[in-house]
């Protein structure tokens, strides 16, 4: 009787254990600013949590079963580029890892919207072009007044300029 006690006392802590586990990966998973996808191994979608509703503005309901239509290579990184319904387009970046999914085979896909990002490296980017144009005009204009005063100083040795005198 006292082994069934203790058997019972430790299937219910376990039990217990095994509710916060899951109660701390649900958290993370549906808190996650991620877009997080799960894939069977041919690539049809079995689940996204709300980061990828909102990310690719779609529910649930309308990925499930779909193709995840982008190549699924175990470790690959890749930028790409996210279509939006009624929301501008956006990029992402896709991380692949393979995975076990109720039991199979399957691909746990992760995703960071980086738009902002990029859009701040293209803003960066158009405003050093910029400054490298008005930085060559700034040197042109430099090199322009330099090769003036050249003239300048050769034109002053050809001609008196010295002031006159009197004796």
Do not use: C
Not at 21 to 30: D, K, M, P, Q, W
């Amino acid at each position: 009787m006292n082994n069934l006690t203790n058997k019972a006392g430790q299937d219910k802590i376990d039990l217990q254990a095994l509710k916060e586990s899951e109660a701390r990966f649900r958290s993370i998973v549906l808190w996650s600013p991620d877009a997080i996808i799960v894939t069977d191994e041919k690539g049809k979608i079995e689940y996204i949590n709300p980061a990828a509703e909102k990310f690719f503005n779609r529910k649930m309901e309308s990925f499930i079963g779909q193709d995840f239509g982008l190549p699924l290579v175990d470790g690959e990184r890749a930028e790409i580029d996210i279509f939006r319904p009624g929301k501008e387009a956006g990029v992402g970046d896709m991380q692949v890892v393979e995975a076990e999914w109720l039991g199979n085979k399957g691909h746990l896909i992760t995703i960071r919207d980086i738009t902002e990002r990029k859009q701040a490296e293209e803003e960066l980017k158009k405003k050093l072009a910029d400054l490298e144009i008005f930085y060559k005009a700034a040197m042109d204009r430099e090199d322009r007044i330099l090769e003036l005063k050249k003239k300048v100083e050769e034109l002053e040795k050809t001609t008196d300029h010295r002031p006159k005198t009197e004796t």
